[in-house]
């Protein structure tokens, strides 16, 4: 019996999943790498320590499982999108480090971009909004201010790409120069129409072309890799994260949503064959594009969600893991009134505010660390609400259910609010690794491990609904206080 391997490089841990033909984990493996702040507001990665990890927990994973190289029919690669390296391509080492997706130093790069009156035309090529947290903005930044990174990427010295692009490189021993159509619609160098990198927009961000990756299918044979044992094996899918959990929730058909609780929050709703252009300042997407046919999503993305659970732990101290926040929260019948909204580096969809920053609402002599726990949680929920009605807006659908997943979907009581707030089912799969599961539907289709989308959602299956509860009144007075904590949050740091 086969097994397809997939490589999930997220912002604070690299992992390595073994999935069987059902769909099942076989073995998993993991391991946290260093997050680097050189300065308030920017954050980074260092690339090597990336790569040492994944290759190192690929292994593990292969091993734990009891399985050789030569019992891997294909290898999938998902990762953290946005997140940006700059390489020599004679040398293979990184010029700078990685320069986060949460990253806000080219803010103001943004802000000129948009008095330039550029805003219009990079929604309408590339669907995303002019936001610090996209690639091109952290290549742009690494050029101008990286010694001598300009005149060695002109003259075709250097290689651009993101995590998967790094990944790639590196597991085919820098045979390997090439993205995917999700990975490259993250760059803001890309128009997602045609499925081309852009010549208008790489002259206006200053990008020299010969720096830039080929971009694929997301599922396809790029190559293989002989460096996890038992012969060569196909690398066969790549796929940003959350274009990846949505295909691994089976998000197959048009208006289909999943929502993932990591780091961040990410929002994605299937639009089938065709871009929707955002009235609500969402981002259209290509969803994943498979026999060179792209399918298209919008999304929402919350910047600080399972990250507001770790500044509690690491931060404030209130609690020593992040799993007891739940029972802390639940020390508390509600909020008391306190709204946490967690804009530690700025709102991301629908606000789009880069000098929004984080609050705290409501505090009396009354408050409790049980409070801020809750507030804590609720304001998770309370973020992709919001996403959820720009959304709807946007596609003219009305949301019937919400599939989820990610390490918050383990805590019932976000969940069970997260339900109330939509006023609909949320729905939590058996297998929650969702992203990596998408990584591996991806390779697997590419080798024909399995034979087609129709198989792949017949594999979906939910663990636990969560039906909604609470009275509309009470869920509209809750609403109400969220959005005035928000509304006074904003434009903290304006210049």
Known sequence: MKYVLALDQGTTSSRAIVFDHAGQIKSIAQKEFRQIFPQLGWVEHDPNEIWSSQIG????????????????????????????????????????????????????????????????????????????????????????????????????????????????????????HATDATNASRTLLFDITQQAWDDELLEIMQVPRAMLPEVRDSSAVYGDTDLLGGGRIPIAGVAG??????????????????????????????????????????ITTTAWRIAGRPSYALEGSIFIAGAVVQWLRDGLGIISSSSEVESLAASVPDNGGVYLVPAFVGLGAPHWD?????????????????????????????????????????????????RVDGGATANDTLMQFQADLLGVPVLRPKVTETTALGAAYLAGLAVGYWSGLDEIAAQWQVERVFEPAMGRDQVDALRGGWDRAVGRSKGWTQP
């Open 57 to 176: 927990v690929a292994a593990e994973a292969i091993t734990r499982a009891g399985l050789s190289g030569r019992d891997i029919a294909a290898i999938g690669i998902t990762n953290q999108r946005e997140t940006t390296v700059v390489w020599d391509r004679r040398s293979g080492q990184p010029v700078y480090n990685a320069i986060v997706w949460q990253d806000r130093r080219t803010a103001g790069l943004c802000d000129e971009l948009r008095a330039a009156g550029h805003e219009a035309l990079f929604q309408r090529k590339t669907g995303l909004v002019l936001d610090a947290y996209l690639a091109g903005t952290k290549l742009r930044w690494i050029l101008d201010n990286v010694p001598d990174a300009r005149r060695r990427a002109e003259a075709g010295e250097l290689a651009f790409g993101t995590i998967d692009c790094w990944l790639l490189w590196k597991l085919s021993g820098g045979a390997l």
């Open 241 to 282: 994260d959350q274009h990846a959990a949505l295909l691994g929730q089976a998000c197959t058909q048009r208006g289909m949503v999943k929502n993932t609780y990591g780091t961040g929050c990410f929002m994605l709703m299937n639009t089938g064959d065709t871009p929707i252009p955002s009235q609500n300042r969402l």
């Open 354 to 402: 880069p000098y929004a920053r984080g609050a705290i609402h409501g505090i009396t002599r009354g408050t409790t660390s049980g409070h801020l726990a809750r507030a804590a949680l609720e304001s998770i929920a309370y973020q992709v609400t919001d996403l959820i009605g720009a959304m709807q807006g946007d596609a003219g659908l009305t949301l019937n259910e919400l």
